[in-house]
């Protein structure tokens, strides 16, 4: 099996979870915090269907660490590729990372409540959200800089790569 083969299971991937994204009823994840002077607002969390995408996501881009590369055929043209490269790169890292993140603040609101939710939204501030926010996006940045860096330490193509044929 080579870097080709997997160009298809990603993109099976995106398309269902572009599916399932505007069919399921709640398909918000992570974390978002709002701060002005008219108000404030915290939503965040998971769903279980995001995460088994997160989940497929992240043992798809491993795989694709781990096979030989292959030599493609004609790509699309240089400039463009890369454009399309990206952005496919950067949805399924969102893909796979904001899930995971949603777990977190999901967890410290269920401790803090006691009553489970996949998903909550609140507008009252409660110590330690800022906190929570800053280490969201902190770990967010982090796994996005993993995620573009690991393909070129090890010399490999991108999952994004992989499907616009470059």
Request: hydrophobic fraction near 55%; glycine fraction near 10%; aromatic fraction near 16%.
């Amino acid at each position: 099996m080579t870097a080709k083969h997997l160009k298809w299971p990603f993109i099976g991937l995106l398309a269902t979870f572009v599916f399932v994204a505007n069919v399921a009823e709640n398909s918000i994840f992570g974390i978002s915090s709002q701060w002005s002077s008219s108000g404030y607002r915290l939503s965040a969390g998971t769903q279980p269907w995001a995460l088994v995408f997160s989940l497929v996501a992240i043992g798809l881009y491993f795989l694709l660490m781990h096979v030989p590369p292959a030599r493609l055929g004609d790509p699309l043209p240089v400039v463009f590729r890369r454009f399309v490269a990206f952005w496919l790169d950067f949805v399924l890292a969102i893909m796979a990372i904001a899930p995971i993140l949603g777990i977190v603040p999901m967890l410290t609101e269920w401790k803090r409540t006691g009553v489970f939710r996949w998903y909550f939204e609140r507008t009252t501030h409660v110590t330690g959200d800022g906190l929570l926010a800053f280490g969201g996006v902190s770990v967010g940045i982090a796994a996005l800089v993993f995620y573009y860096a690991l393909p070129l330490l090890w010399s490999r193509p991108s999952p994004g790569t992989c499907i616009a044929g470059y």
